[in-house]
């Protein structure tokens, strides 16, 4: 099946800063969607985008399909952003997560 | 107004139980997803209905049954429980789902945790 790595693993920002969160794939694809678990266990969709870029707020996206990467852009970090984000990717009938980027932002 | 609802949030059983899981949709969506998360946080997708009619199955055992009564429910029954099926599950929904791979926005709901004693 196709893998979905993401990186880093973990990451610690102080409120304020920015960050990129990486999400590769070993195949092609036509969806890629972005999601954020926050610190009490809820999914919340961030982006579907399965190419280009994509802008909500202080979070953008992009995905390069030819290249099997998509980044989560995140800006003025807040405590708020705290939490697991997922990359996900669908193809034929299976439906792939990566393993989280666990994002830590301390005041 | 909670756009996909799971009941119970807390599940406490022991092994070789019956169990069920409900989950309910009210944003009029045509597709229902039950994914699990283990304790390292890993999610994996385990069913989706389009319509009442099955579209993934995942290769779970066959000890999870998904029921999907109408388009918006889509409850989760699992027989005769081992220790390997703690985990939180989750209900997602989404509007539309043409063919795979072409998924629109999926909505989640807060989550089942489920331990096996």
Redesign the interface.
Known sequence: GIQVEQSPPDLILQEGANSTLRCNFSDS???L?WFH?NPW?????LF?IPSGTKQNGRLSATTVATERYSLLYISSSQTTDSG?Y?C?V??????Y?G??T?LTVIP | DTAVSQTPKYLVTQMGNDKSIKCEQNLGHDTMYWYKQDSKKFLKIMFSYNNKELIINETVPNRFSPKSPDKAHLNLHINSLELGDSAVYFCASSPYVSSWGRTDTQYFGPGTRLTVL
């Open positions: 694809v036509n969806n969607q678990q266990g809820q999914l919340i969709n579907y697991v997922f996900a669908p193809t034929g009938n299976q439906f997560f393993t989280g666990s």
